[in-house]
């Protein structure tokens, strides 16, 4: 448990550090459950400056830090849907992800949702379960010619 999690808004500033902690998050933590090639793909999408600057500047998008690092993020898009959720791979299981679902969960409230929605890779099944989301089903979705094993679960709020 880390005491001093700070959270805040991100900023177009914040791209370097986000974009390498999805580059070895993914590398290193979900790694566990994907093999190489999707790996490799999905780590790819770090690259992809354009896409994070979107993000950040449509969806609400929040940066997890302790002191002046930054130790995860999330984003939420249609004001229901959780679409990123990632911790730094050496703040992993320090309850910075539980932070992070907490504010984003009210702000789907805020938003005027009953419901929050996510599509969770099979590393972060045991996370949502544990915080009480239901799977609604297993899919399968490609991307960049690989086919990436996912759940679309959900939590009423
Ligand atoms: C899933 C993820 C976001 C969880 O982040 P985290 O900050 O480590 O999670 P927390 O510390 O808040 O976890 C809270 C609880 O969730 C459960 N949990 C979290 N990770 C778990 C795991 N790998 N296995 C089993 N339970 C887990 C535990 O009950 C944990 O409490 P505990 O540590 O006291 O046992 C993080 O592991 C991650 O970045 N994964 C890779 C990226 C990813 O797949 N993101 C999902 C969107 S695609």
Same mark, same amino acid.
């Given at each position: 448990m880390?005491?001093?999690?700070?959270?805040?808004?991100?900023?177009?500033?914040?791209?370097?550090?986000?974009?390498?902690?999805?580059?070895?998050?993914?590398?290193?933590?979900?790694?566990?459950?994907?093999?190489?090639?999707?790996?490799?793909v999905?780590?790819?999408?770090? $690259?992809?400056?354009?896409?994070w600057?979107?993000?950040?500047?449509?969806?609400?998008?929040?940066?997890?830090?302790?002191?002046?690092?930054?130790?995860?993020?999330?984003?939420?898009?249609?004001?229901?849907?959780?679409?990123?959720?990632?911790?730094?791979?050496?703040f992993?299981?320090?309850?910075?992800?539980?932070?992070?679902?907490?504010i984003?969960?009210?702000?789907?409230?805020?938003?005027?949702?009953?419901?929050?929605?996510?599509?969770?890779?099979?590393?972060?099944? $045991?996370?949502?379960?544990?915080?009480?989301?239901?799977?609604?089903?297993?899919?399968?979705?490609?991307?960049?010619?690989?086919?990436?094993?996912?759940?679309?679960?959900?939590?009423?709020?």
């Open positions: 880390i005491e001093d999690i700070e959270i805040r808004e991100a900023t177009l500033d914040d791209i370097p550090e986000i974009t390498s902690i999805f580059r070895d998050t993914v590398r290193t933590v979900n790694s566990r459950d994907y093999n190489e090639k999707q790996i490799e999905w780590a790819s999408g770090a $690259d992809d400056i354009e896409k600057e979107e993000r950040i500047k449509k969806f609400y998008f929040l940066v997890a830090e302790v002191g002046t690092t930054i130790v995860g993020f999330s984003y939420l898009s249609k004001g229901y849907y959780l679409d990123g959720l990632f911790v730094h791979k050496d992993q299981r320090r309850t910075i992800a539980s932070k992070l679902l907490r984003m969960e009210s702000r789907v409230s805020i938003n005027g949702f009953d419901t929050i929605k996510s599509d969770v890779s099979i590393t972060a099944l $045991d996370f949502f379960d544990s915080h009480f989301y239901e799977v609604e089903k297993k899919q399968k979705k490609s991307h960049k010619g690989q086919v990436f094993e996912n759940y679309i679960v959900y939590k009423d709020l």
